[in-house]
C-alpha cells in the first residue's frame, strides 16, 4: 500500500521548475486578456439587455443585472487584474483577486442567452494558476527579487502538483463530454458517425438559410459516410479514454495532439471555432513548455556539433529545397526583408549542403525541412522558420512569440504544408536570376 501512495505521490508532485508554471499564467492570461478586449463592446451592450437576463451558477441569487455603467466600470477593473495577473505585479494579492473575478465575470457573461462551456476549461485553469505560485518566475515581482539579489528559486513539486492538477481538469472536461453523449437519447449511435452526419448537415443548412457559408470541407465529407463512422469512433476515444493521458507523460502528449487536431477537424467540417482549444493553449501543461522560452535549451530540437564536424561558418546558412517554389519564395521574402544581409543560402540537394552539414546532428531527414545552422547549431521546420523572423524587419520579429506553442504542434502545421508543397505551388524549372550583390551569398552559385 505504501508502495503505491508513494508512486502516486511521485507522479502526483513531480518536481518542474517556475518558468513552467509562468508561462501558462502568461498564456491563459494574455488569450483572457484578448478576448475580453475583442468582445468588450458586445460585452457592454449585452450587460444593457434585462430581459435576456438569467443569472446561473454562484451568481443564481441575483434578481436583476447590473446597471450598464457599473458593468463598464467593472469589466475595466477586470481588465486591469488580467495585466497584473499576465506580468505578474503583487501576485499575491493580483493572482487571487484575478482568479475570483474573472469567474464571476464569465458566470455573469453566461447568464445571457446560453452558457459557453468551451471557456470553462480556461476559467478553472485561471483559477488554479491564480492561488499558487505561477509568479515566481517571469513576472515583476521574480525581477524585482532578482535585483535584490535574491536567487531563482530551481525546480521543486510545489510548481508540479498546480500542472498535474490543470492536465487533470482538462482531461475531465473531455470525458465528460464522452459522458454526456452516452447519457444522451443517441448514447452509442454517435460511434457510429450518423449521429455526427445529421448535425454536421443540419448545422450546414442553418448557415445557409441565414446566409452564411457552410464549413470548407462539408461539401466533400458529407459524401462519405464512412469518414463520420471513424470520426465517431475517434471521439469516443479521445473523450472516454482521456483518463489516460495522465497515466504517463507521453500518453498525454499523444492525446493532447490528437484532441488538438480533432478541433481543428470540428473547424473545417462544422466551422465551428474552439479557440483556446485550436490555439493549444489548453494542453499547454502536458508539455515541457519552458524549453521553448529559449531555443538553445531545447534538446529536443538542436544540437550541438560534434568534435569532429567542420568549422563552423561566422555567417549563418539556410538550407533549403532548391527546385520548390515555395522554398525559393520563402529565400526571395528573406532577402527582401533582412535588416541586414546576415544569411548565406544553399539548396539541400547541392554539394555544398553536405560539406556544410558534415556530421551534424540531427541532419534534415528530407528535402521537406528548412534548415538553419547558426552558431554551430542546427535548427529545423517552425523552428527554423521562427529563428529566420526573429532577423527580419518588423512587425515579422513578432512571430517569436508562437515559441509558446508546442514545437509538436507548430511542426505539424509545417509538415502539413511541406507535403503538399509541390502540388500547391509547383517546381521551379529555371533558374532565379540574382542580383550581382546576391550571388555570393549563395553557395551553390
Avoid at 476559467?123 to 521574480?142: E, N, T
Avoid at 521562427?386 to 509538415?415: E, G, H, M, T
Amino acid at each position: 500500500m505504501n508502495a503505491y501512495l508513494k508512486k502516486i505521490q511521485n507522479h502526483w508532485f513531480i518536481k518542474v521548475t517556475p518558468q513552467r508554471l509562468a508561462l501558462l499564467r502568461i498564456a491563459t492570461g494574455l488569450f483572457s486578456l484578448w478576448y475580453i478586449v475583442s468582445r468588450f463592446g458586445m460585452l457592454q451592450r449585452m450587460a444593457k439587455s434585462k430581459e435576456a437576463f438569467d443569472p446561473i451558477g454562484i451568481l443564481s441569487w441575483m434578481r436583476d443585472p447590473l446597471s450598464p455603467e457599473v458593468f463598464w466600470w467593472i469589466s475595466i477593473g477586470v481588465i486591469l487584474l488580467n495585466i497584473g495577473y499576465i506580468i505578474g505585479w503583487k501576485f499575491k494579492y493580483t493572482g487571487p483577486a484575478f482568479a475570483i473575478v474573472v469567474l464571476l465575470f464569465f458566470t455573469y457573461r453566461n447568464s445571457w442567452s446560453m452558457i459557453y462551456h468551451n471557456r470553462n476549461a480556461l476559467i478553472i485553469h485561471i483559477v488554479i494558476l491564480g492561488f499558487v505560485a505561477s509568479a515566481d518566475a517571469l513576472s515583476w515581482d521574480s525581477f524585482n527579487r532578482v535585483k535584490r539579489g535574491f536567487k531563482l528559486p530551481r525546480a521543486h513539486w510545489q510548481y508540479g502538483w498546480p500542472i498535474q492538477l490543470i492536465c487533470a481538469v482538462t482531461v475531465g472536461a473531455y470525458l465528460l463530454a464522452g459522458i454526456a453523449k452516452l447519457a444522451g437519447d443517441l448514447a452509442w449511435d454517435w460511434a457510429t458517425g450518423s449521429a455526427m452526419r445529421s448535425q454536421v448537415a443540419v448545422d450546414a443548412i442553418r448557415k445557409e438559410m441565414l446566409g452564411s457559408e457552410a464549413a470548407p470541407l462539408f461539401d466533400f465529407l458529407f459524401e462519405h459516410t464512412w469518414l463520420f463512422l471513424g470520426m465517431g469512433i475517434l471521439t469516443f476515444i479521445l473523450e472516454l479514454g482521456a483518463p489516460l493521458a495522465l497515466v504517463k507523460r507521453r500518453w498525454g502528449m499523444i492525446w493532447a495532439t490528437l484532441t488538438w487536431m480533432m478541433h481543428w477537424g470540428i473547424f473545417f467540417i462544422m466551422g465551428i471555432r474552439f479557440r483556446y482549444q485550436m490555439t493549444g493553449l489548453i494542453f499547454l501543461s502536458f508539455f515541457d513548455v519552458e524549453k521553448l522560452w529559449k531555443p538553445s535549451d531545447r534538446r529536443a530540437i538542436i544540437t550541438s556539433l560534434k568534435e569532429d564536424a567542420p568549422q563552423s561558418t561566422p555567417k549563418p546558412i539556410i538550407l533549403f529545397d532548391g527546385v520548390c517554389n515555395l522554398c525559393n519564395g520563402w529565400i526571395q521574402f528573406i532577402l527582401k526583408r533582412e535588416r541586414d544581409p546576415l544569411y548565406l543560402f544553399a539548396s539541400l540537394q547541392s554539394e555544398s549542403a553536405r560539406v556544410v552539414l558534415g556530421n551534424r546532428n540531427p541532419v534534415p531527414q528530407s528535402l521537406s525541412s528548412i534548415v538553419l545552422i547558426e552558431n554551430g547549431i542546427v535548427y529545423q521546420k517552425s523552428d527554423a522558420i521562427l529563428r529566420i523572423c526573429s532577423n527580419l524587419k518588423l512587425p515579422w520579429p513578432l512571430a517569436k512569440a508562437l515559441y509558446i506553442i508546442p514545437r509538436v504542434f507548430r511542426d505539424q502545421i509545417y509538415n502539413i504544408i511541406a507535403a503538399n508543397r509541390y502540388r500547391w505551388f509547383g517546381k521551379k524549372n529555371q533558374c532565379v536570376l540574382l542580383q550581382p550583390d546576391q550571388q555570393y551569398r549563395f553557395l551553390d552559385t
